[in-house]
């Protein structure tokens, strides 16, 4: 037999049958009136997921290519802007903003802190205003999931643009765009949205709107203007991943069947299973044990166990594919996914492979606790 294949990454995720199917279609031209019907459905369900009546542009891109897009068309150059970060993907807006030669200030944490809406007030007073404030919500690397409508609030309240990096929480975690008054939110196609990679989608509200006019930095592809004005007809600037597109369309219709507040709920019981699951083995969480952190569960490495090797043998020995650490946390830590399609059946599979992977490399772990104790968990509908 084929081996079979369990993708338990956060991202890319696993896609729906139904997704897969529609994507398997023959191609259409993405101006003609098969594609306009797809796309006029796909940006209004998107602004539902959303949660916004913004516009939200679609980029034929990955996630990174939404963020760029940020730094082009809300900033100016020698602007003063603040970044949250605790992780590799905080750091990555460091990085796009130093790349356009802003003038970074950053609220650094170590990798797995969870950063502090205190911190953040503290610093923007300090600095005396700065434009944008950009945040993860979801920090991949660590697990840690940021209380973002606090961070926005006192952000707003000093006046600067808020900017959240919600590629891997976007339809796993509650995400409100227009009540948060988040300005611009990046998501990507494939994490909780359940289509394969290829697209960034990126809202933008008014205020960013006002910002993107007073802009001068050059852009021609991600320049937000140009899209938004090929949307509002039903239009793109560019040829797209149209059946990416057509898949997202069908994923986000099969999110909003199952009612968005049902799809957190099963993340919320999904991700306390996993870390359950993770204690039962004995195990430590590098991520922290609560019910926000329902993005994706990071592990410690037993004692003298090397995480990197671990995540090979489950790939090469049982076909499961986790995520090992980055950075700092390479060999340290490994990550279970568990955002999008998935339920619980997959987390008792990634937690039955490590719990072989480890007794093999001599771990003491006693047969099946972790898998007993994730059905508990998942079923408890409460912390158990
Ligand atoms: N931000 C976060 C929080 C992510 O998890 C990722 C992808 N792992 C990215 C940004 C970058 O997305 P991409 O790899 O699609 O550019």
């Not at 516009?55 to 900033?75: D, R």
Request: aromatic fraction near 8%.
């Amino acid at each position: 037999m084929t081996e079979k294949r369990y993708l338990m990454t956060p991202g890319p995720t696993p896609v729906p049958p139904a997704v897969l199917d529609a994507m398997g279609q023959p191609i259409v031209h993405h101006r003609g009136p098969d594609f306009v019907a797809v796309l006029e459905r796909c940006l209004r369900r998107v602004k539902e997921v959303f949660r916004t009546e913004s516009e939200v542009l679609l980029f034929t891109a990955s996630g990174t290519g939404g963020m760029e897009s940020v730094l082009s068309n809300l900033c100016s150059p020698g602007d003063r802007v603040l970044v949250v970060s605790a992780g590799y993907f905080g750091e990555r807006w460091a990085k796009l903003a130093s790349a356009y030669d802003l003038e970074v200030d950053e609220v650094r944490y170590e990798w797995g802190a969870t950063p502090s809406a205190d911190d953040l007030a503290a610093r923007l007073d300090e600095l005396g205003g700065v434009s944008a404030v950009f945040l993860t919500q979801s920090e991949t690397s660590t697990g840690v999931v940021a209380d973002i409508q606090a961070l926005a609030a006192v952000a707003k309240e000093r006046s600067a643009l808020v900017a959240v990096d919600a590629v891997s929480s976007l339809g796993a975690i509650p995400c409100e765009t227009d009540s948060w008054e988040l300005d611009v939110v990046v998501a990507g196609s494939q994490k909780a949205l359940m289509t394969p990679p290829g697209l960034a989608l990126v809202s933008v509200s008014d205020a960013a709107w006002a910002a993107q006019k007073r802009s001068t930095f050059p852009r021609f592809y991600f320049d937000w203007e140009r899209s938004r004005a090929a949307q509002e007809k039903l239009d793109v600037a560019f040829t797209p991943a149209v059946p990416v597109v057509i898949g997202l369309d069908v994923a986000l219709g099969l999110l909003l069947d199952e009612g968005l507040e049902t799809v957190f709920e099963r993340h919320r019981r999904l991700g306390r299973a996993c870390r359950e699951g993770v204690k039962a083995m004995g195990l430590e969480l590098f991520s922290p044990d609560e019910d926000r952190s329902a993005v994706v569960t990071a592990i410690r490495a037993p004692e003298g166990i090397d995480s990197g090797e671990l995540v090979l043998t489950l790939r090469d020995r049982f076909g499961i594919t986790l995520a090992g650490g980055q950075g700092p946390l390479k060999g340290k830590i490994f990550r279970i996914g568990h955002i999008g399609y998935y339920d619980i059946f997959d987390i008792t599979t990634a937690l039955a492979g490590v719990e072989l992977a480890l007794t093999e490399a001599g771990a003491d772990i006693e047969r099946g606790a972790a898998v007993s104790r994730a059905l508990d968990a998942y079923e408890a509908r409460a912390p158990v």
